[in-house]
C-alpha cells in the first residue's frame, strides 16, 4: 500500500500545484464533487468533451482571424463560447486569456486577437497536458487498487489543510 | 483572524486600485495628446477663417495663412510631447485676424480717401475746365469778332466810298475842264473826308483815280495827326476813262508801275483837323507813297473787293487794306479804286485788355502764319532791309506766341484740323503750362486763325494748390482714422481674444473634463468587472465552506475554525457588493425598483438587525418613527435599506457607548410645522429641500402622492470633523484614516448612501449635533400609494383603560416610548433597573400583592368583581432585568409570579436569552416574549396583543389561563428585512410553537406566522444587500443545516435545460440531478420550445435557459414560449443563465420574460434557492 499512499501524495501535491499555479479553480472542485457512485468518470467525461469543444472552436478562430475581413462577432462569440466553456470546468487562465481575447475583439484589433489565439492555443494544450497527466495519476491510483483522494479542501486555506489531510488520511 | 482577513481583502481591494491607477495615468497622458490636437483642430479653424476674411487681400492672406499653418504644424509637433505652449495658439491667431482686420481697413480707408480725393479733383477740373473753356472761347472770340467787326466796317465804309464814289463821278465824270476835274476831286474830297471822319479806327483812306491822281486821308496813330494827301493834279491829264475789258485784265493801260514810273508825281501832305478837316498848316511835299499804301488798280484785278494785310511804315502794327473798284456808269470800266486800311491796333488793343487780367496771351495770325494781332506789345513786324514786313509767329520776339506757336506746330505737324480749332489744356511753354485754343475766321479773302494761350496756373492755379492741399489732409485725416480704427480693433480683439482664449480654456476643460469622466467610467467598469471577477470565486468559497461546515466529521475547532473563514468571506463578499454597487451607481447602470412595500416594518427589521451587534456593544438601538409615516411606500426597499443599513452600522462602528437613533418623521409637502420632539435644526435641511422642490415644481405638482420622509441617524460615538462633512461622502474617504486600523472599513459605505439617496431624489448630510456624536439628516421623495387611506392606522389606546410600566434598560428608548404612550394618553410608569421596578410594582399592586401572598381565592374574586372596569396592566421587562449570573432571577420571577393574574408580562428577550429561561418563562406563563428591542410597532403589537387576550378573558373567563402554554414571540423581524441567518430560526421558533398554540391564540397571532411562505424566496439576494457579520455561531450553524436539508431539495422537479455548451449541460444536468431534479437537456432555443410543446403530458416545472444559444438565442425562445403560453393560463418559470452580471442584463432577462437570473458559473446554492422560490410560488 506504500506505492498506493505514495502515489496518493503525489496527486494531491501535483493537484495543489495546478491550483497554485492557477491552471485550476474552484470550478474543477465542483465538478470533482458533482462525481459519484452513479457518476464514476463524470470529471473526464465532462473534461474530454471541453477538449473536444475547445478544438473545435481553436479551429474556427483560426480561420475566421484567416479571413480577408474579419467578422470580429462571430470571433467573440466563439471566444465567448470558450471562456464559457474553461470556466466551467475551471481551467482559469483559459478563461483568463478568453477575457483579454474578448476586449481585443471588441477593439478590433486583429494583432491581439492572432497573439490571445497563440496563447490561448498554448494554454489550452498546457492545460490539457496537465488534465491527462491527472487524469493518468488518477487510473493509476485506481488500477493500484486506491481511492483517489478527495479535492475539494486543497484550494481553500492553509488552516483547512490539516482536515484536508486528516480526510484523505 | 476576522482583522486579519479583512486586512488582507482590503488590501487586495487597494492592489485591485493600483493597477487601474496606472493605466489610469496613461489614458490622462494619452488624453493630454489628443487634447492638443484638438487644440490645434480648434486654432487652424480659426487660421481659416482669417484667411477666408483675408481672402481679398490676396498675397498678403496667403502668406499669413501659410505661414500660420507652418506655425501651427510646428506648434503641434511640439506640443504632441508637452503641452506648456498651448495657450499661445488662440493668441496668435487673434494676431492674424487683428492684422487681417486692420490691413482691410487701412484699404478701406485709403480707398475712400482716394476715391473722394478723385471724385472733388475730377469734379473741380471738369467744372473749371469747362468754366475755363468758356472762358477762353470767350476770349477769342471777342477780338475774332472785333477783327470782324473791325472788317466789316471796313468793307462797308469802302462799299459806302464806292457808292459815293461813283455817284460823284457820274456827277462830274463829265467834266471838260480842269477846274470841273478839280471841282470833281472837291466834292470827292468832301465825301471822302466825310466818311473817313466817321470812323475814327480807320487808318487810311485813298482814292486813286485812272489817271493817276491820289486823294487820301490818313491818320497818324503815332502823332495823332490827320492829314490828308494828294497828288499835284498838274502833272494829270485827263484821261480817257479806263475801258475795262474783262477778258484780258494785263492789257489794262494803267497800273501801278505806270504810277510808280511816274516818279515826277508829286505829292503833297497837310495836315487836317481830325474833327472838321480844315487844313490846319501848310502842305508839305512828300515822296508818293511815303506814307500810306495807296490801293492801285493792281489791287482790284478782277474788280472784287480785295483783302489784304498791308505793313506801313508809320504804323509799327500790320494794317488792313481793302481795295474796291469804282465803276463807271455802265460798269465797263473802272474809275477809280477805294482803297481803305484800318489800323489792328485797336484788335491788339483789345487782346491786351482781355488778357491783361489773365495773364495770358493771345494772337491772331493768317493762315500763313504772319502774326496780324497780338496781346503782347512786342512788336508785330520786323525791319528787314526792304522795310518792315510780318513776322511769322514763331519768329515773334514773344516767347509765349513763339513758343505757342512752336508748339502748336511740332503738335500738328501742319496737319491742322480743318477748321484749325484746336483745344489743349496741358502744353508745356517755357516752364509753365499753358491752354492753347486756336480758333479758325475764315474770311473769304483773309482766313485768320486766333490763338488762345492761359497759364494753367492762372485758372487752375487754386485749385491745384488746393489739391494738393485737399489730398494732405485727407490722408492725414485717413490716417488719424486708421490709427484710431486700428486701436479700436486692438481694443476689441483684445477682449475677443480673452474671450478665446477663456474659451479655449473651456474647451480644454470641458475636454478633460469628459476624459475624466471617461476614464472614472472606465474605473467604475473595471472595478464592476473586477469584483464581478471576485465576487464569483467568493460564492464559490463560502458555498464550499457551507458544504464543509455540513461534514459531521469535523472536530469542533475546525468547525469553528470553518465557521470564521465563512463569516471572513462573507464580509469580504459584501465589500465586493459595495464596490459593485458603487461602480453601479456611477456607471448609471443602478435602476431602482418601483414596489410597494412596508418602509417602518424595513427599519424596524434593520433596528432588529442591528441591534444584536449593539447589544454586544452596550448600545442601544432604538428606532423612533413617527406616527403620520406613511406605511406603505413605493421605492426600491433593498436599496432604502441598503442606506440605513449603511448608516446605523456606521454608527455602531464608531459608537461605543450610549445609543443610535434612527428617526423618521414625514413632511407634506406644502405644509411645514417644526416639531419639538427632533430638536435638531431643521431648517437648513428643509430650505435645501424648499430649493430643490422650486426647481422641479412641475414635477412635484404632477406627483401628488409623493412623501418626504425626513430621517435622522444619531449616535454618541466619536463624531465627526466639521471640515470633513463632506468629504465622508466621498468614495474611499474616511473622517479619520486611522481609524481604518482600529474600525475597518473601506470608506465606501456612505458614498453608497449618498449616491443611493440622490438617486432617490433626496439629499443627505451632517448636521451639527449638540453633544458628542454624529447627526446625520436625510430626506427621500417617495411615493406613496394613492389608494391606501394615510391615517387608518391610527392607534386608540386610550379607550382600553391601559397601564403601563415600562422596566427597560436603555434610558433612552424608554424615554421615547414612555413619550409615545404618554401622547397616547396610556399612563405609564418607568423602572431602570430590578429594585425600582419591584418599587414601582409594590406601589401599583399594594392592596393586591398582600392579598395575593396570603389569599388565592380572593384574587380571583377581586378579579371577577373589578372585571371589565380594572384597568389592564401590561409590565414591559427586558430580560436583562433578571440577574441572570446567578441564581436570583428565578426568586425575581416568582416574585412577578405574584402579580402575573394582575398583569401581562411582556418580555423583551435578548438574542442570547438562554432556553431555560425560556422555558421557564414559558412554564410560568409568561406567553408574551418579544425579541429586543423594543419599539413601537412591537410596542404595538404588544398591547394589541393584551386587549386581545384580555377582551377573550371576558368573554372566556379563566379557562384559558391554566392550559395555555404556548409562546407566542411577536416576531417582528419580518420576511424581508431579515437575513438570512435568522430565517431558521424564525422559522423554527414560529411553526414549532404554532402548533402548540391553541385556536384562540392563534387567531390573536395569526398574522405573525404569515410570513414564512415568503421566506424562501429570501435567497442570497437579501444577504448581499443586509448580510453582515453575525455573532451568533447558532444562526450560522443554522444555515448549514439548511443547505444540508436542501440537498435533495429539487427533488421530483422536471426541468428543461437548455444550453448550447455541452460542458455546462453536463456541469448542471449533474448539479440538478444530484439535487433530485430530472432535466432534460437541449442544445438551443429551438429545441427547447419544441421540447415544450411536444411534451405535454409531463410539464415541465422549470427551464434553465442559456442566453446566448445558436439557431435561436435565450431571449427569443422566452418570447416564444411566452407568446404561446398567453393563450393557456399556465406559466412555466423560466430563469436565465448568463455570463454577464450586469443589471442591465438582469433587466433584458425580465423584460422578455424570465422570472429570475443566474450568472455563470452556477452557483450550486444560489440556483437551487432561486429554482425553489419559483417552484414554491407557482405550488
Known amino acids: 500500500m506504500a506505492a498506493v499512499s505514495q502515489l496518493q501524495r503525489q496527486f494531491i501535491e501535483y493537484t495543489t500545484s495546478l491550483y497554485n499555479e492557477g491552471y485550476l479553480d474552484d470550478q474543477y472542485t465542483q465538478l470533482q464533487k458533482l462525481q459519484d457512485e452513479s457518476n464514476p468518470d463524470f470529471v473526464v467525461e465532462v473534461v474530454s468533451l471541453f477538449f473536444e469543444d475547445s478544438e473545435k472552436l481553436l479551429n474556427n478562430l483560426a480561420t475566421a482571424l484567416q479571413q480577408k475581413i474579419v467578422d470580429y462577432k462571430q470571433v467573440d462569440s466563439h471566444v465567448h463560447q470558450f471562456k464559457g466553456s474553461s470556466s466551467s470546468i475551471g481551467a482559469q487562465r483559459v478563461t483568463n486569456v478568453c477575457i483579454h481575447f474578448r476586449n481585443f475583439c471588441e477593439e478590433k484589433n486583429l494583432d491581439g486577437c492572432l497573439r490571445c489565439l497563440q496563447q490561448l492555443k498554448h494554454e489550452y494544450i498546457q492545460v490539457r497536458n496537465k488534465l491527462e497527466g491527472l487524469f493518468r495519476l488518477e487510473q493509476q491510483i485506481l488500477q493500484a487498487g486506491g481511492s483517489v483522494p478527495m479535492m475539494e479542501s486543497i484550494c481553500t486555506s492553509a488552516s483547512t489543510m490539516s482536515s484536508s489531510g486528516k480526510l484523505s488520511a | ?1179
Open chain 2, 1 to 1179: 483572524m476576522t482583522g486579519c482577513r479583512w486586512q488582507h481583502s482590503c488590501q487586495a481591494v487597494k492592489k485591485a486600485g493600483d493597477s487601474p491607477g496606472t493605466f489610469l495615468s496613461g489614458i490622462t497622458q494619452a488624453s493630454v495628446g489628443c487634447l492638443s490636437v484638438y487644440n490645434n483642430q480648434a486654432d487652424r479653424v480659426l487660421v481659416g477663417m482669417a484667411s477666408a476674411v483675408t481672402r481679398m487681400l490676396g498675397q498678403i492672406s496667403a502668406i499669413a495663412s501659410s505661414s500660420g499653418r507652418n506655425h501651427v504644424s510646428a506648434r503641434r509637433r511640439r506640443s504632441s510631447n508637452s503641452n506648456i505652449n498651448q495657450e499661445e495658439f488662440p493668441c496668435y491667431s487673434v494676431c492674424v485676424a487683428r492684422i487681417a482686420i486692420m490691413v482691410m481697413l487701412a484699404i478701406l480707408i485709403g480707398l475712400l480717401t482716394l476715391l473722394t480725393w478723385h471724385f472733388t479733383k475730377v469734379y473741380t477740373r471738369t467744372s473749371l475746365n469747362s468754366l475755363a473753356h468758356g472762358l477762353r472761347y470767350e476770349l477769342l472770340q471777342r477780338p475774332l469778332l472785333r477783327m470782324w467787326k473791325i472788317l466789316n466796317s471796313t468793307v462797308e465804309i469802302t462799299t459806302s466810298q464806292v457808292r459815293l464814289s461813283e455817284y460823284v463821278i457820274r456827277k462830274y465824270g463829265k467834266a471838260e475842264n480842269q477846274a470841273q476835274e478839280i471841282e470833281l476831286y472837291e466834292v470827292m474830297r468832301d465825301v471822302t473826308w466825310a466818311l473817313f471822319s466817321s470812323r475814327k479806327a480807320l487808318n487810311s483812306m485813298s482814292i486813286k483815280y485812272r489817271n493817276g491822281f491820289v486823294q487820301a486821308f490818313h491818320r497818324d496813330l503815332r502823332d495823332k495827326n490827320t492829314y490828308y494827301i494828294y497828288s499835284n493834279l498838274d502833272n494829270y491829264t485827263m484821261v480817257e476813262p479806263y475801258s475795262m475789258n474783262r477778258s484780258s485784265p494785263h492789257d489794262q493801260g494803267w497800273n501801278d508801275q505806270m504810277i510808280h514810273g511816274n516818279v515826277s508825281a508829286v505829292w503833297y501832305r497837310e495836315p487836317l483837323d481830325p474833327d472838321t478837316g480844315r487844313k490846319t498848316g501848310k502842305q508839305k511835299e512828300i515822296p508818293p507813297d511815303e506814307l500810306i499804301n495807296i490801293a492801285g488798280i493792281s489791287q482790284v484785278p478782277d474788280g472784287a473787293a480785295s483783302w489784304h494785310v498791308a505793313v506801313s511804315k508809320f504804323t509799327n502794327s500790320p494794317l488792313l487794306s481793302a481795295a474796291l473798284p469804282v465803276w463807271d456808269e455802265d460798269r465797263g470800266s473802272i474809275v477809280a479804286v477805294v482803297g481803305v486800311t484800318t489800323a489792328l491796333y485797336s484788335v491788339g488793343q483789345l487782346m491786351k485788355e482781355l488778357v491783361d487780367l489773365h495773364g495770358g496771351h493771345i494772337y491772331l495770325t493768317s493762315q500763313k502764319g504772319w502774326l496780324l494781332a497780338t496781346s503782347s506789345s512786342t512788336p508785330l513786324l520786323r525791319n528787314s532791309s526792304s522795310g518792315p514786313t510780318l513776322t511769322m509767329a514763331e519768329d515773334s520776339q514773344d516767347e509765349i506766341i513763339q513758343s505757342a506757336a512752336k508748339w502748336l506746330n511740332k503738335t500738328y505737324h501742319d496737319k491742322l484740323p480743318l477748321n484749325h480749332e484746336v483745344l489743349s489744356a496741358n502744353a508745356i511753354l517755357g516752364d509753365q503750362r499753358y491752354y492753347i485754343d486756336s480758333f479758325f475766321l475764315n474770311l473769304t479773302r483773309l482766313p485768320m486763325v486766333g490763338v488762345l494761350c492761359i497759364p494753367r496756373k492762372n485758372i487752375m492755379g487754386k485749385v491745384d494748390a488746393r489739391e494738393i492741399k485737399t489730398f494732405i489732409i485727407l490722408i492725414s485725416a485717413s490716417v488719424c482714422i486708421l490709427v484710431v480704427g486700428c486701436i479700436c480693433i486692438f481694443i476689441l480683439t483684445n477682449g475677443v481674444s480673452k474671450e478665446m482664449k477663456l474659451r479655449a480654456e473651456l474647451i480644454s476643460h470641458l475636454d478633460a473634463r469628459r476624459k475624466a469622466e471617461a476614464s472614472s467610467n472606465f474605473k467604475s467598469q473595471f472595478l464592476a468587472n473586477m469584483s464581478h471577477e471576485l465576487r464569483t470565486p467568493m460564492a464559490a468559497v463560502i458555498g464550499l465552506l457551507d458544504i464543509l461546515l455540513c461534514d459531521d466529521s469535523l472536530t469542533n475547532e475546525q468547525y469553528a475554525t470553518i465557521t470564521q473563514i465563512r463569516r471572513c468571506s462573507t464580509a469580504l463578499l459584501r465589500l465586493l457588493n459595495n464596490i459593485l454597487d458603487i461602480s453601479k451607481v456611477e456607471s448609471g447602470k443602478l435602476v431602482l425598483e418601483e414596489a410597494e412595500y412596508d418602509l417602518g416594518r424595513e427599519l424596524e427589521g434593520l433596528v432588529d438587525m442591528f441591534s444584536v451587534q449593539c447589544k454586544n456593544r452596550n448600545v442601544e438601538a432604538i428606532i423612533d418613527l413617527s406616527d403620520d409615516m406613511p406605511k406603505v411606500v413605493r421605492g426600491d426597499s433593498g436599496r432604502v435599506v441598503q442606506i440605513f443599513a449603511n448608516l446605523i452600522s456606521n454608527s455602531i462602528k464608531f459608537t461605543t457607548s450610549g445609543y443610535i437613533i434612527l428617526r423618521g418623521w414625514c413632511e407634506n409637502l406644502n405644509s411645514f410645522s417644526p416639531n419639538e420632539n427632533f430638536y435638531v435644526d431643521q431648517r437648513a435641511l428643509w430650505s435645501a429641500y424648499q430649493k430643490k422642490i422650486k426647481r422641479n415644481e412641475k414635477k412635484s405638482c404632477k406627483n401628488d402622492n409623493t412623501m418626504i420622509l425626513f430621517f435622522e441617524v444619531e449616535d454618541t460615538g466619536c463624531g465627526i470633523d466639521p471640515s470633513k462633512w463632506e468629504s465622508v461622502f466621498e468614495s474611499f474617504e474616511q473622517a479619520d484614516p486611522s481609524t481604518t486600523r482600529l474600525h475597518g472599513g473601506t470608506g465606501l459605505g456612505l458614498c453608497i448612501v449618498r449616491t443611493l439617496v440622490d438617486k432617490m431624489g433626496g439629499e443627505i448630510r451632517v448636521v451639527k449635533k449638540n453633544g458628542s456624536g454624529t447627526l446625520m439628516q436625510l430626506y427621500l421623495l417617495l411615493n406613496t400609494p394613492t389608494d391606501i387611506p394615510r391615517e387608518s392606522y391610527r392607534l386608540k389606546f386610550a379607550q382600553h383603560n391601559l397601564k403601563v410600566v415600562l422596566a427597560l434598560n436603555g434610558k433612552t428608548s424608554r424615554s421615547i416610548l414612555s413619550c409615545w404612550l404618554l401622547k397616547h394618553e396610556v399612563p405609564i410608569w418607568e423602572a431602570n433597573e430590578w429594585n425600582e421596578l419591584t418599587h414601582v410594582l409594590q406601589e401599583l399592586f399594594k392592596p393586591t400583592y398582600t392579598q395575593n401572598l396570603t389569599y388565592e381565592p380572593l384574587e380571583a374574586e377581586f378579579l371577577r368583581k373589578e372585571g371589565a372596569k380594572m384597568a389592564i396592566f401590561i409590565i414591559v421587562i427586558d430580560i436583562g432585568m433578571l440577574n441572570i449570573t446567578t441564581d436570583i432571577w428565578k426568586e425575581q420571577l416568582n416574585f412577578l409570579d405574584a402579580i402575573n393574574t394582575r398583569a401581562k408580562f411582556a418580555w423583551i428577550l435578548n438574542h442570547d436569552t438562554s432556553n431555560t429561561i425560556k422555558i421557564e418563562l414559558r412554564r410560568r406563563g409568561h406567553l408574551l416574549m418579544v425579541n429586543g428591542p423594543l419599539y413601537k410597532t412591537k410596542m404595538t403589537h404588544i398591547i394589541e396583543a393584551v386587549i386581545k387576550e384580555s377582551s377573550l378573558d371576558q368573554s372566556k373567563k379563566n379557562i384559558m389561563w391554566t392550559d395555555a402554554h404556548a409562546t407566542i414571540q411577536i416576531d417582528t423581524t419580518h420576511t424581508k428585512s431579515s437575513n438570512d441567518s435568522e430565517i431558521p430560526e424564525t422559522n423554527s421558533v414560529g411553526s414549532s410553537h404554532i402548533e402548540e398554540t391553541n385556536q384562540e391564540n392563534f387567531a390573536v397571532y395569526g398574522v405573525v406566522s404569515n410570513f414564512f411562505p415568503e421566506l424562501t424566496e429570501v435567497g442570497s439576494e437579501w444577504g448581499r444587500v443586509t448580510s453582515f457579520p453575525n455573532d451568533n455561531s447558532n444562526s450560522e450553524q443554522q444555515v448549514d443545516q439548511k443547505v444540508k436539508t436542501g440537498q435533495k431539495d429539487l427533488e421530483g422537479l422536471y426541468i428543461l435545460l437548455a444550453e448550447d455548451q455541452p460542458i455546462l449541460q453536463r456541469v448542471a444536468t449533474m448539479m440538478l440531478e444530484q439535487m433530485g431534479a430530472k432535466v432534460v437537456v437541449v442544445g438551443d432555443g429551438v429545441q427547447a420550445v419544441e421540447a415544450l410543446n411536444t411534451q405535454k403530458e409531463t410539464r415541465y416545472d422549470l427551464i434553465l435557459m442559456d442566453c446566448q444559444m445558436p439557431k435561436m438565442d435565450g431571449y427569443e425562445a422566452t418570447k416564444a414560449i411566452r407568446k404561446a403560453e398567453t393563450e393557456s393560463v399556465s406559466h412555466i418559470p423560466i430563469v436565465a443563465l448568463t455570463a454577464h452580471a450586469m443589471s442591465s442584463d438582469e433587466a433584458k432577462c425580465l423584460e422578455v420574460g424570465m422570472d429570475a437570473y443566474l450568472t455563470k458559473p452556477i452557483d450550486c446554492k444560489l440556483m437551487v434557492s432561486t429554482i425553489l422560490s419559483l417552484t414554491k410560488c407557482r405550488t
